[in-house]
């Protein structure tokens, strides 16, 4: 078994709670609140950095913009195969390999759930490692969701997910049952 040490103590998790609650507060604001000088919180919070306790993240709050966001729970022969099919696709939030029957959860989001119905029957269930997939549309969260975004979407000539088929000869496609695929331009939405 891995040990590993964490040397944090009380005043370092006060401060993580404080970056936490207002990612937006100033050392001085903390030092205060916490009982300690700015300079003793700003070498608290280089040590935490440098030890990947605190990492600074930019995103968005997926739901506030209208999208939907999905739940994939996918039972795989390969899977680091089916995550990495999805790393650079627009409509990717995030995956995990999970314990359990099911062993990778796939989080995706999108402006309609139909999209994301195509991604799942289209792009995951036909795949030959996928053995089973559930697919879920998450109805709300306890904390706000905050996740990068691709906002600025790269073209490139195929489909980042590995699928052979382009939208525009795909029947959920022109029947407006997906909105495409924005990496390569074939994409009729309004948020990428």
Known sequence: MIEREFRI???????????IENPEI????IAEKIGL??????MRLKKLKKMGAIEKQCGIAPTKLGLHIAKVEVVTT???ELINRFIDCPYFLNGFITSGKKNVCLLFAGEE????EAIVNGHIRPLEEVVSVEFNI???TVKELITPI????????KQPCGIKTECKDCSLYKNDRCLGCPAIGQYKGNFW
């Open 150 to 157: 691709k906002m600025h979407i790269k073209r490139v000539k």
């Open 78 to 80: 390969d899977t680091e």
């Open 9 to 19: 103590d009380q005043k370092d998790r006060e401060i993580i709670t404080h970056i």
């Open 26 to 29: 100033s050392q001085h604001k």
């Open 113 to 116: 759930i139909p999209t994301l």
């Open 138 to 140: 998450i109805i709300s």
């Open 37 to 42: 000088t700015q300079p003793s919180v700003a």
